[in-house]
């Protein structure tokens, strides 16, 4: 095992057997990764948890023949062997008539701000105390108990591939959630995220827990119907964000996205302008390379409500005619961050803007799932807090609703964005997203039968 | 298992022993895992992976720390168990509920399920590999009776070796060969612009004998087959007071959902009250009537070659079958050792860590529906109205796992005893009362099956394998607005 964390002579070995193994092309990247982690429920830490790994990740094309392999055994024997598989594995294949080759070198790279944390040495010993801190805020507020998670992690990488890109990249990151409930029925969520711990608000997410779960008191069951809804970021990142993530070819090609042949048209009002962008600073997806090595950038994928285009890496922009927008993946592009341009309108101003019609705040959301991808129809569970608002106003707590509509429907049918623009990530938003509370009409809410 | 490095787990538990832990476990896994990308007939990726690691659990003074690493040299393993040890301590003497794990016996043991001669996952060529797949493409684009314009595969198959060892005298060795596929389909009508998906979900421990098993080539050319027709011959689905009658695939997910989750012990604690959320089932509701005389749910690590199958859970408790309902009756939960002492009770063999960089958490393995006596005609021939559904779209569900919904795929009605035409996408929205005090027959063991799926829970989320499953149900009065 000597030697096992220097990664440079453990590449330099890999691309010796690569090219003894007459790889045409290759891309290797070395991952070191130190996360930990606190969850916590009724009020107490559940369990604190460390994880580290070195992870050695390798793409391959031989004969326009590709093969991966992620080894997080990096032990000689394991390498090599694992190679020499690799190699049979590349001959075994047929050609991948969808391969049009990695981007090409030499690039430089952009400066992307706040992507280190100075301070993330020093966040271990205070990470009990701001979760204890998010806890009382929320207790202050009216909540009886709180559950939660806290990541902190770094990770530092080591990229090359065979035409030409090198380079090294390292980042922080934190992710906090927090719900709070008053009892099983009485709940609100508080999420704050960032990579760089001063941008994380402990206080502000335990506050706003604490408080959605403390207004829901006393909640009934809601009606079905029609509804305008303001969905807040958290529940937007989810739902409104998920037409712009349906940019994607790879999703296109295999029936998993409602954009097909829909490049040019109008999706959304014209307020709406949506970027993929990984240069955001803070941005928990933001990243100066992708996974080709080529160069991130901030690409338009909605503007003024219309279509622009979809994200790419080398191959898909050569088979749609274009240029890679810097988000390999290397089987399917991949998103950075999701940015959505926000709009100039408080809560309060979104809710008056709906006066007149039967109107739902929404606050978080869970479990959304397809009846079919391809039409974008589907389900999603608001959960925590969910009030009816009445002539501006919030008028009372309701519960046990369901939205079941299209994507394409709700996107249509944004009326306004919020100016409270804010990031979000946790358990059920996994790419990073930059995005308002916003206004939406006509959404079909539906719930169960007794 | 030569290279195996045994020595390190066990001074990892010695090293902790040293520092005085009243408990400390460790889990070395050892993961190959193989897999191919098929879209739309063409090959776009072949992968291995491997990887290696171990996990570490420690209590100390009420409070749980877990670690993991895999750079396994002795100085790795004392920091990963030092910081084990220091936070579970940190947050340890400030809870007021001290965490402690149930008294259960110690179990020495050694197991496998391994695929069948030359059928293993590393035995079987990539060429082997790939031209099943092309061949199950090759099935469907066959097909002329719609356009079928995506077709998208990905197999996996995984052998993964285990070494759990634990300060009070656990010690479990396991070996275990899985193999999993993964299918998204679109059927179109050209003339309507009707669009319908099926996802195949094929998994199951053991290896390559497994296609011949799932019969899939014409398993595949059934499911195209009836996507095509739902999209040019399904009628609207009846509306009303009905009734349903529910296949192997829908109740398997009905049971899953609906019972599974809820009865996870973890979840009426709250532990995942932040990610998977609670239950509306409580502790105090042991025993209570929470379904008709007709439901029974089992869920059962120990059916071999089952997706979800072990025979010692991941603290090394011995696992047996569990009663989720017996006769309509709220009988057992998913335990871990942590959740069991809280509740005063055993542990029933749930704990399950999905790498080893997970911890062990209370999870489903194989959840289905106990068979009656009826058979399938006996379920239809008195129903009026209603609907006959196999399989399903979508499923949502809350966190609560009481307000559900669920969307036919392959779906008939029956009307007057009589299953009739194609219906597209019948709904059924329901709670999980009604779901369950709904049911007066289910049909008999020899329409018994299962599908093997991924389950998702916990934070980092593990995907579980599991198996749902059952025979046919029926359920009376449903409402569908």
């Known amino acids: 095992m000597e030697g096992f964390l220097e990664p440079f002579p453990i590449i330099e070995n890999v691309i010796q057997k690569l090219v003894s193994l007459k790889f045409d092309d290759y891309i290797v990247s070395f991952v070191k990764d130190d996360s930990s982690q606190l969850r916590f429920a009724d009020n107490q830490f559940t369990i604190a948890k460390n994880w580290t790994s070195a992870t050695l990740k390798i793409f391959g094309v031989k004969q326009q023949k590709t093969v991966s392999t992620e080894i997080n055994n990096l032990t000689t024997d394991v390498i090599d062997n694992t190679l020499e598989n690799l190699g049979k594995l590349a001959i075994a294949l047929p050609i991948n008539d969808n391969y049009l080759g990695i981007s090409e070198g030499p690039f430089s790279y952009p400066t992307i701000e706040q992507l280190i944390d100075p301070k993330y040495d020093d966040f271990h010993s205070k990470a009990v105390d701001n979760v204890e801190l998010a806890i009382n805020t929320a207790l202050e507020e009216g909540a009886k108990r709180s559950a939660g998670v806290l990541y902190w992690r770094k990770i530092e990488e080591i990229f090359l591939s065979s035409k030409g890109a090198t380079t090294q990249h390292s980042k922080t990151s934190y992710e906090f959630t927090i719900r709070s409930f008053l009892d099983s029925q009485t709940s609100g969520q508080g999420v704050s995220v960032g990579c760089i711990s001063d941008s994380i608000n402990f206080e502000k997410a335990g506050r706003q827990a604490g408080e959605i779960a403390k207004l829901s008191e006393g909640g009934g069951e809601g009606k079905p119907g029609k509804y305008n809804v303001i969905l807040s970021p958290t529940v937007a990142a989810d739902i409104i ?51 080709e090595g080529h160069p991130t950038g901030r690409n338009v994928l909605i503007e003024e409500g219309i279509l622009k285009g979809f994200i790419h890496n080398t191959s898909t922009a050569k088979k749609a005619n274009t240029m890679s927008t810097g988000n390999a993946g290397l089987v399917s592009p991949e998103n950075s961050n999701i940015f959505f341009e926000p709009g100039n309108h408080t809560l309060d101003e979104l809710m008056e803007l709906s006066k007149g019609k039967p109107t739902l705040y929404i606050t978080s959301n869970w479990y959304t799932r397809f009846t079919s991808y391809i039409d974008g129809i589907f389900s999603t569970i608001p959960r925590d807090g969910i009030f009816l608002i009445e002539n501006g106003e919030i008028a009372k707590p309701v519960r046990e609703l369901r939205i079941s509509d299209s994507m394409l429907n709700i996107f249509k049918n944004i009326k306004m964005l919020g100016k409270d623009l804010t990031q979000i990530k946790w358990w059920e938003v996994y790419v990073p997203t930059f995005i308002p509370s916003i206004l939406i009409e006509d959404v079909n809410i539906t719930s169960a039968t007794n | 298992m030569e290279s195996f490095p045994y020595e390190l787990v066990e001074k990892t538990i010695e090293y902790g022993q040293d520092l005085g832990l009243p408990y400390i476990e460790a889990r070395l896994v050892d993961l190959s895992i193989n897999s191919t990308i098929l879209k739309n007939g063409v090959p776009e990726l072949g992968s291995l992976d491997r990887s290696l690691g171990i996990g570490v659990r420690v209590l100390r003074e009420g409070g749980m720390g877990f670690s993991s690493f895999n750079n396994l040299t ?112 679109t059927a179109v009508n050209s003339t309507t612009g009707n669009m319908e998906q099926v996802f195949l979900q094929k998994g199951k421990s053991g290896g390559y004998e497994s296609y011949d098993y799932w019969k899939m080539e014409d398993y595949i050319e059934n499911q195209v087959k009836i996507l095509s027709k739902i999209v040019t011959e399904a009628k609207p689905a009846p509306k009303g007071k009905i009734d349903y009658v529910l296949g192997p695939s829908m109740i398997g997910i009905v049971c899953h959902e609906n019972q599974g989750h809820p009865s996870e012990a973890d979840r009426i604690l709250g532990r995942e009250g932040a990610q998977a959320g609670e239950s509306y089932l409580k502790h105090e509701m042991l025993g209570q009537r929470l379904g008709s005389e007709a439901v029974t749910i089992i869920d059962d690590p120990t059916l071999e070659g089952s997706f979800g199958f072990y025979l010692y859970d991941d603290e090394g408790v011995k696992s047996k079958p569990r009663f989720l309902l017996k006769n309509g009756l709220f009988k057992d939960m998913f335990h871990n050792r942590e959740s069991a002492a809280f509740m005063n009770t055993s542990s029933t063999s749930a704990a399950r860590a999905i790498g080893y960089n997970r911890e062990p958490i209370a999870r489903m393995a194989n959840t289905y529906l106990e068979p009656g006596d009826y058979s399938k005609e006996e379920l239809i021939e008195d129903i009026k109205l209603g609907a006959l559904v196999i399989n399903f779209t979508e499923w ?42 709904s049911v007066d027959a289910v049909a008999k063991e020899s329409y018994l099956e299962f599908d093997g799926v991924m389950c998702g829970k916990g934070e980092p989320t593990q995907g579980a394998p599991v198996y749902c499953g059952g025979t046919y149900m029926r359920m009376r009065d449903v409402e569908v607005r």
């Open chain 2, 74 to 185: 002795l100085d790795s393993m004392k920091k990963a168990v030092d910081f084990a040890a220091k936070m579970a301590g940190e947050i340890g003497w400030r809870r007021k509920t001290k965490i402690s794990f149930s008294d259960e016996n110690v179990n020495v043991a050694k197991y496998s399920s391994k695929g069948d001669q030359n059928k293993r996952p590393l035995d079987v060529e990539p060429e082997e590999k790939l031209d099943l797949l092309l061949n199950f493409d090759k099935i469907i684009t066959e097909v002329k009776t719609a356009s079928i314009p995506f077709r998208f595969f990905m197999s996996l198959d995984e052998t993964e070796k285990k070494f759990i060892l634990t300060s009070e005298g656990t010690k479990i060795e396991s070996e275990i060969d899985r193999v999993h596929l993964y299918g998204l389909i």
């Open chain 1, 241 to 291: 964000a998920a037409t712009p993530r349906s940019a994607n070819p790879f999703s296109v090609e295999i029936g998993f996205s409602w954009l097909k042949d829909k490049i040019g048209e109008k999706i959304g009002p014209e307020n709406l302008t949506v970027y993929d962008d990984a240069l955001l600073p803070n941005g928990l997806g933001s990243k100066p390379f992708d996974d």
């Open chain 2, 396 to 437: 949502n569900i809350d966190d609560r796992r009481y307000h559900s919904k669920y969307v036919g795929l392959e779906a008939y009605l029956i009307e007057n005893g009589e299953v009739k035409n194609l219906v597209r996408r019948p709904v059924i929205e329901v709670t999980t009362p009604k779901l369950w005090g």
